[in-house]
């Protein structure tokens, strides 16, 4: 039992495994898978088809990516990308989730009935797939029709087509809606009435009439009906009843012009068709022609009759009219030796019946007839087509780009970090699509962007140069001028520098501030953080530098945007030494035996060393800024000078030392000084008393009068 367990376990996994390998095996293969083969799906609605594809992850030692894929329903050479075709314009959209493949078309057209399919290419050369055999498409009108159910009295709404899912209906008895959304009207009907259906969304496509037995009813010519700017159409419709009390056109689409919105009213009293409508009846038919079609004449158009005992309802669809201009399409161009050919076809957007047709170069009528064209054209050439007897209303003219004006639209300056768009605008048919370049002074032409706005949405100082665009279509190509984008900004640097790395006295230095900013800044000096002088110029001159001007200089730049402090450069002004000052310790006379020191000082950058000399030798005596005398002698009198001196230049200043010869003690010195100097006094006492004595002598002569002698001597007058 255990035995047969682990046989059906080993089983089970050998399953696995070969499951696993084979879907391995599947996927290594070059495959695409399509989950549906046949699609059918109305005018105007929206279709996905599915799809899954595989490939071998390597082949040939190269690992294999899927570098492009798309879907495709023509092929030249190549299969053509759905996208790149004008007629799917955007109504494509692909999707793409690992190796699963969807294709979706929007709006679509009876003219999408096609065979659609999917290919992917890898990087590998002819690593390219397309699965078979795709998905066919049909676009059509949902085609209902209305029947009796068997055993029953209900109608059913069906459509050969499948309709999409939970689809509502709408009922129509006798050309009035009924109330009924689903495809079962279990509502009361006569044999006499008239039962069409119509899917919710698409009423312009009802089903035919249906009755039981002899019915009233109002039938068109034509569904749908195209025609010309300019020319003249006619709708036909077929009712049932002959003797009709009133019978007229409308069209529901001027329902806001009628007096009661509820109540349609006679195209011919409509003041848009005055003078271009007439009504025609004969039995059981009534024609509406209207003529001098404009694209506004584009509408639907329906037919209402009333009898004695019966009236036809105004909901049911009648006839939409297209009116459509003329287009010139150009299909293919070509190079033939310097010449360049258009292939060119008058068409509209709708097909309406055959014309005969007139084509026009620069004005001028080419003599032919036919809806296609193959012409010789340059790029100034304008073409045209009309139908014959319908010049007046040609297509719009044909013709390559002329040349692309470009600007710029910015808030204010186009500066650093803002955001700026440059447009391209270009008069072309077909239209044109742009491509823009750019170039700068160190580099050449490169291409930028591929589309009629360039968004910079913060812009960079490299986004500086000058730009153009190339419109082109398939007629030729045109280059606009240059548009220069100057990125303005505040100044991100600057610098400092002096025209002499050495500053000596007298000489000129200049001081040159640089900077980066746009505008140019302005600029600003400053010494030791004090503001010397402001200006446009960045350079700040010292025309003959003194020692004062030394100091820590930097600048400021600065513009509208913002402003940036540069680095700091030391002035060091060297000059030679001033007049040095000398100065004797101790002053005066210096008595042999004694000791003096002699001290000089200078004012210099560098430095100044110091030597000493004294008359008539060469030899210094002595170097330093102080020089001691010790044990003066007799012959250390005389005169000194001092030599400042420092690489600039030297100064020298004098003194004289004057030695006195002395051998007495310095107590016997002072005596001796003490006793001079009484002398002196006395000296000059006597002289005084003598000058005194001399004075009175003559006062006494002038003037008699007592006299009297004191304890001196001295005799004294008595008043």
């Not at 010309?228 to 012009?257: C, H, N």
């Not at 195209?267 to 848009?272: H, P, Y």
């Not at 000058?466 to 303005?488: F, R, T």
């Not at 002035?571 to 042999?592: D, F, H, K, Q």
Request: some cysteine; aromatic content about 12%; charged content about 20%.
């Amino acid at each position: 039992m255990r035995e047969a367990a682990m046989n059906s376990s080993t089983a089970l996994s050998l399953f696995v495994i070969f499951l696993f390998c084979a879907a391995v095996q599947s996927y290594s293969k070059w495959s695409v898978t399509y989950t549906s083969k046949t699609v059918c799906a109305i005018k105007g609605s929206t279709v996905k088809f599915y799809c899954t594809y595989s490939h071998p992850h390597k082949e040939d030692d190269i690992t294999i990516n899927v570098e492009k894929t798309f879907w495709f329903t023509k092929t030249n050479k190549d299969p053509v990308d759905l996208k790149t075709q004008e007629e799917y314009a955007g109504r494509v959209q692909y999707q793409r989730t690992r190796n699963r493949c969807t294709l979706i078309i929007e709006d679509l057209k009876e003219s999408d009935s096609a065979l659609y399919k999917f290919r992917f290419i890898t990087n590998k050369i002819g690593g390219s797939y397309t699965g078979e055999p795709g998905v066919q498409l049909y676009v059509s009108d949902p085609y209902l029709t209305v029947k009796k159910k068997s055993y029953s009295t209900q109608l059913e709404c069906s459509s050969w087509c499948p309709l999409p899912p939970r689809s509502t209906y709408v009922w129509y008895k006798n050309g009035k809606t009924m109330n009924t959304l689903t495809s079962i009207y279990s509502g009361p009907y006569s044999y006499a009435d008239s039962m069409a259906c119509a899917v919710k969304g698409h009423e312009d496509f009802p089903s035919p009439l249906f009755c039981l037995g002899y019915c009233y009813n109002v039938t068109y010519s034509k569904r749908r009906i195209c025609a010309f700017k300019g020319s003249s159409v006619t709708i036909g419709s077929f009712y049932s009843e002959s003797y009709a009390k009133s019978a007229f056109w409308f069209s529901p689409g001027r329902s806001e012009e009628w007096r009661d919105p509820l109540n349609p009213e006679n195209l011919i009293e409509d003041s848009q068709y005055a003078g271009r409508v007439d009504v025609t009846y004969t039995t059981r038919q009534s024609n509406l022609t209207i003529t001098n079609l404009s694209e506004s004449d584009s509408a639907e158009y329906r037919f209402k009759f009333q009898t004695h005992r019966f009236e036809w309802g105004s909901d049911l669809h009648g006839t939409t009219l297209t009116v459509t201009a003329l287009q010139v399409q150009v299909t293919k161009t070509s190079a033939l030796q310097d010449t360049t050919y258009a292939e060119l076809k008058c068409h509209s957007s709708c097909t309406p019946a055959v014309y005969h047709y007139i084509w026009f170069k620069n004005g001028q009528n080419l003599g032919h007839t036919e809806s296609t064209y193959k012409v010789p054209i340059n790029t100034t050439d304008k073409i045209s087509c009309a139908i014959s007897e319908h010049e007046e209303y040609r297509a719009p003219e044909v013709y390559a780009p002329v040349s692309p004006f470009v600007s710029v639209n910015s808030s204010g300056d186009i500066s650093e970090g803002k955001p700026a768009t440059l447009r391209c605008r270009s008069q072309a048919n077909p239209p044109a699509y742009y491509t823009w370049y750019k170039k700068t002074k160190t580099s050449a032409l490169q291409r930028v962007s591929e589309d009629s706005q360039l968004f910079l949405s913060s812009i960079q100082l490299s986004d500086s140069g000058d730009y153009c665009c190339v419109a082109k279509n398939q007629l030729g190509e045109s280059q606009s001028k240059y548009l220069n984008v100057d990125v303005k900004y505040a100044p991100k640097r600057a610098n400092v520098s002096q025209s002499h790395r050495e500053v000596v006295e007298g000489i000129s230095v200049n001081l040159t501030c640089s900077s980066d900013g746009n505008p140019a800044p302005n600029y600003s000096w400053y010494k030791d953080n004090q503001m010397m002088l402001q200006g446009q110029q960045g350079v700040y001159q010292l025309t003959s530098v003194r020692s004062e001007d030394s100091g820590i200089y930097h600048c400021q730049a600065e513009n509208q945007y913002g402003l940036i402090r540069s680095s700091s450069v030391h002035i060091n002004v060297e000059y030679s030494p001033r007049l040095p000052s000398v100065s004797v310790n101790p002053p005066g006379e210096i008595a042999v035996g004694g000791s003096v020191n002699l001290t000089c000082s200078s004012v210099a950058n560098p430095a100044a060393t110091y030597t000493w000399y004294k008359e008539s030798t060469t030899s210094p005596a002595a170097s330093g800024q102080m020089f001691t005398i010790e044990a003066i002698r007799r012959e250390h009198g005389g005169n000194y000078y001092c030599q400042a001196r420092n690489i600039r230049g030297h100064h020298n200043s004098t003194l004289y030392l004057i030695v006195v010869l002395s051998s007495a003690t310095p107590a016997v010195a002072g005596s001796i000084t003490f006793i001079f100097l009484f002398g002196l006094f006395f000296s000059a006492f006597i002289i005084f008393r003598k000058r005194m004595a001399s004075r009175q002598t003559t006062e006494t002569r002038e003037r008699p009068g007592v006299i009297w002698t004191n304890h001196s001597g001295v005799s004294l007058p008595l008043h």
